[in-house]
């Protein structure tokens, strides 16, 4: 199975200040032939399914606000939220999409400073 | 809007079989290119993906659960279903269910639409 690895596991950021989390596969999720990176990123609130924010690495799923962006390729990737609003407090995933079974990171807290 | 609503027994007794149902409301399951995977929660926040069933039937299981885990899906009640047998409190979890997004390759995907999940526990 492909391994995805968050960092950090936790961070805390000021309102209106930017927050940015990593995430690195095991091997590279990069297809040649559709020049597409797959990878998605998602959002989880306190007793809530998780959310898909992104999906090939920066599209955003319609109706997420354009705060959240993603990038990176191959190996390493970013999910950057600029301009924090209190409303982002949660818990963010990353997922390929690669290869089966698809793998999850083991997540990020992100709260408030 | 699609929606989907996850039930099951909440107390399982370890070596027992633990049957899930997905209803899927404003969207048919039968819908071509869809998939409709179910997806677990642990305790600590880890997700694992165990698989996924097309409205034809076909599925797809993790490796590692493949010999507990079967699929099965219901067109005309618009509902599909887990069947995980020999449980252990290993297996205790949030199980959602979700529909695949179509933006995966290789039998992978990621997923637009989940249920609010079903808690099990899995103890004596």
């Known amino acids: 199975d492909i391994m995805m690895t968050q960092s950090p596991d936790s961070l805390a950021v000021s309102l209106g200040e930017r927050a940015t989390i990593y995430c690195k596969s095991s091997?590279?999720?990069?297809?040649?032939?559709?020049?597409?990176?797959?990878l998605a990123w998602y959002q989880q609130k306190p007793g809530q399914p998780p959310k898909l924010l992104i999906y090939w690495a920066s599209t955003r799923e319609s109706g997420v606000p354009d705060r959240f962006s993603g990038s990176g390729s191959g190996t390493d990737f970013t999910l950057t939220i600029t301009s924090l609003q209190a409303e982002d407090v949660a818990l963010y995933y990353c997922q390929q999409t690669y290869l089966s079974p698809g793998t999850f990171g083991q997540g990020t807290r992100l709260d408030i400073k | 809007q699609v929606r989907l609503q996850e039930s099951g027994p909440g107390l399982v007794k370890p070596s027992q079989t633990l049957c899930l149902t997905c209803s899927v409301s404003g969207g048919s399951i039968s819908s071509a290119g869809y998939s409709w995977s179910w997806i677990r929660q642990f305790p600590g926040g880890g997700l694992e993906w165990l698989g996924n069933i097309y409205y034809s039937g076909t599925t797809n299981y993790r490796p590692s659960l493949m010999s507990r885990l079967s699929f099965s899906v219901d067109t005309s009640k618009n509902q599909f279903f887990l069947n995980l047998t020999s449980v252990t409190a290993a297996d205790t979890a949030v199980y959602y269910c979700?529909?695949?997004?179509?933006?995966?390759?290789?039998?992978?995907?990621?997923?637009?639409?989940w249920g609010q999940g079903t808690r099990i526990t899995v103890s004596s």
């Open positions: 091997q590279s999720i990069f297809y040649t032939s559709t020049s597409k990176d797959y």
């Open positions: 979700a529909r695949g997004s179509g933006y995966g390759i290789w039998g992978s995907d990621n997923f637009g639409f």
